[in-house]
C-alpha cells in the first residue's frame, strides 16, 4: 500500500536509507559473486514484441511509431527468460541479469508494477546446481545485509541453515493432507480433497485452480520458517517453461525457494522442445483469453532459438524481497529507491 507521505519527503526518505544502504550492498556483493562463479552479466530489451506468456501474468503494452508512420504493438516485459535464453542459444554459457521487469495489476506489501528480478542462466549444468546457487546466495546476502536472521510479518528464519528439500506432493500431504499424485489429473477428486482440507472451491474452479488455491492457502505459509525451503517437482502443467522429469514425467524440473512464507524464487530445467513449448504458450493464453478476455503474441524468435538452445537450468529470484528479507522491512516499497506513488 502507498506510504502515508510521499517517499520523497526528507523524514521518510531518512527512514528508508538503512534499508536502500543495504540494498546497495546486497546488489554489489551478489555480483561480485556471480562474476567470481564465471558468470557474464547482460542487459536485454525491456521492450518486447511478446512480454511472456504465463495465463496469469499481465503485462503492460505500448506503441512503436516507425518513420513511415506506421504503428507495432510492443510491451514492457514480465521477465528476461525469452531474451536470455536467446543469448545462450547464441554461445553465451553463464549469464546473469539484474532486470528491471513490469507486470500490471500487481501492488501489495510484496507486489511493485515495477520491480527488479535477477535471473541467472546456466548452460549444460542440472538444474539442482541451481538450488545450491540459491542456498549460496542466502548467505551471500545476509553478509552484505550484517544480519543473521531474514524476517516477515513474525515469521524469522536463518539464512545460513541448510534449506530443506521437499517436494510439492510431499508438502501437500503434510500441510493440507492431500495425496497430491492420488488425485492427478482428477479435477472431481482433488475439489473434494481440497474442500476436506477446508480450502473453498469455486464450481468453474480448474484443476489448476485449485491447485493455487492450495498451495498459497495450506501450503505456501508454512514454507521457509526457521530456515529456507527448497519446494520441488511441481506437477507438469503446473510448469509451462519447464521440462519433465526423467525419472516421473509426471512432474517437472521446476523448484521454488520459501523464506518466511515468502516465495523468493523459481527455477526451472529448461523445456527444449519447440514443438512442445509451443503447446504449453498456446494452452496458457488459451487460459488467459478464457479468464481475461486477452492474449499476448507467441515469440517465433524465441521458438527457433529454442529448437537450438543446448540444455540448460535458469531461475528468478525477486532481488527487493530478498532484500526486505534480509532488512526485515514491511513492505516492498521501503526498499526501492523511487516507489510508484
Not at 510521499?6 to 562474476?35: E, N
Not at 535464453?85 to 500487481?106: N, Q
Not at 509451443?278 to 486477452?294: F, I, N, P, S, V
Request: proline letters at 6%; hydrophobic letters at 45%.
Amino acid at each position: 500500500m502507498p506510504q502515508a507521505s510521499p517517499w520523497w519527503m526528507p523524514d521518510v526518505h531518512a527512514d528508508r536509507q538503512p534499508f536502500l544502504k543495504a540494498r546497495r550492498r546486497i546488489l554489489a556483493a551478489l555480483r561480485r559473486h556471480l562474476d567470481a562463479q564465471d558468470f557474464v552479466e547482460v542487459e536485454t530489451a525491456i521492450l518486447q514484441h511478446s512480454p511472456g506468456n504465463e495465463a496469469h501474468l499481465h503485462a503492460f503494452a505500448t506503441e512503436l511509431a516507425a518513420p513511415d508512420g506506421t504503428r507495432s504493438r510492443l510491451y514492457l516485459h514480465t521477465s528476461p527468460e525469452f531474451a536470455c535464453k536467446k543469448l545462450l542459444t547464441a554461445g553465451e554459457r553463464r549469464i546473469y541479469e539484474f532486470a528491471r521487469v513490469f507486470r500490471d495489476r500487481e501492488r501489495g506489501a510484496l507486489h511493485h508494477p515495477e520491480f527488479t528480478m535477477l535471473e541467472w542462466y546456466r548452460s549444460g549444468d542440472p538444474y539442482e546446481a541451481l538450488m545450491e546457487d540459491c542456498a549460496t546466495m542466502l548467505v551471500v546476502a545476509a553478509a552484505a545485509a550484517g544480519t543473521d536472521t531474514f524476517s516477515f510479518r513474525g515469521r524469522s528464519a536463518d539464512p545460513r541453515a541448510e534449506p530443506e528439500r521437499l517436494t510439492v506432493a510431499e508438502a501437500f500431504e503434510r500441510h493440507a493432507g492431500i495425496d497430491l499424485m492420488a488425485v492427478l489429473c482428477d479435477r472431481p477428486a482433488f475439489a473434494a480433497a481440497a474442500t476436506a482440507a477446508g480450502v473453498r472451491i469455486a464450481e468453474d474452479d480448474s484443476w489448476s485452480d485449485i491447485f493455487s488455491r492450495v498451495l498459497v492457502e495450506r501450503v505456501e505459509p508454512r514454507l521457509g520458517n526457521g530456515r529456507a525451503t527448497i519446494l520441488t517437482e511441481y506437477p507438469r502443467d503446473e510448469a509451462a517453461l519447464a521440462r519433465a522429469k526423467l525419472a516421473d514425467p509426471r512432474v517437472a524440473e521446476r523448484f521454488e525457494l520459501f523464506m518466511c512464507g515468502v516465495e523468493l524464487a523459481n527455477g526451472f530445467g529448461e523445456l527444449g522442445d519447440p514443438v512442445e513449448q509451443r503447446a504449453r504458450l498456446d494452452a496458457e493464453m488459451a487460459k488467459k483469453q478464457r479468464l481475461y478476455g486477452e492474449r499476448y503474441p507467441i515469440d517465433e524468435d524465441f521458438l527457433a532459438a529454442l529448437g537450438r538452445m543446448p540444455p540448460a537450468c535458469g531461475c528468478a529470484l525477486g532481488f527487493d524481497r530478498l532484500v526486505m528479507l534480509a532488512t526485515g522491512a514491511a513492505r516492498i516499497d521501503q526498499v526501492i529507491w523511487t516507489p510508484l506513488a
